[in-house]
Nanobody
Framework: QVPLVESGGGLVQAGGSLRLSCATS????????MAWFRQAPGKEREFVAA????????NYADSVKGRFTISRDNAKNMVYLQMISLKPDDTAVYYC????????????????WGQGTQVTVSS
């Protein structure tokens, strides 16, 4: 099991920015595709963004394209989610996820999950 720890969440006004981080001690981190999902109150968990093991390919949900950027630093065992132009609809708990399978867009594609970090965007 891959341990994942998210950080960087908080309260921000609409139009603001946040950068989420996900850290792991997994020594073979560079072999894992990584993703961010989010879950708003009363809603199902949904895909936000994914990145392949080398960081050469990314994929985004339509709702965040042009505003969010996923990146990784394999030397530091870190994956990031830079969020700009935040909207109240972005309010959710954000989860980091990992898989040794090809980068996917679905919850079932990922085996390992962090505990989540809360992002709240006020209007």
């Amino acid at each position: 099991q891959v341990p994942l720890v998210e950080s960087g969440g908080g309260l921000v006004q609409a139009g603001g920015s946040l950068r989420l981080s996900c850290a792991t001690s997994e020594r073979s981190f560079g072999m894992y595709a990584m993703a961010w999902f989010r879950q708003a109150p009363g809603k199902e968990r949904e895909f936000v963004a994914a990145i392949d093991p080398r960081g050469s390919r990314t994929n985004y949900a339509d709702s965040v394209k042009g505003r969010f950027t996923i990146s990784r630093d394999n030397a530091k065992n870190m994956v990031y989610l830079q969020m700009i132009s935040l909207k109240p609809d972005d309010t959710a708990v954000y989860y980091c996820a990992a898989t040794q399978w090809p980068m996917g867009l679905n919850i079932a594609d990922y085996n390992d999950w962090g505990q989540g970090t809360q992002v709240t965007v006020s209007s």
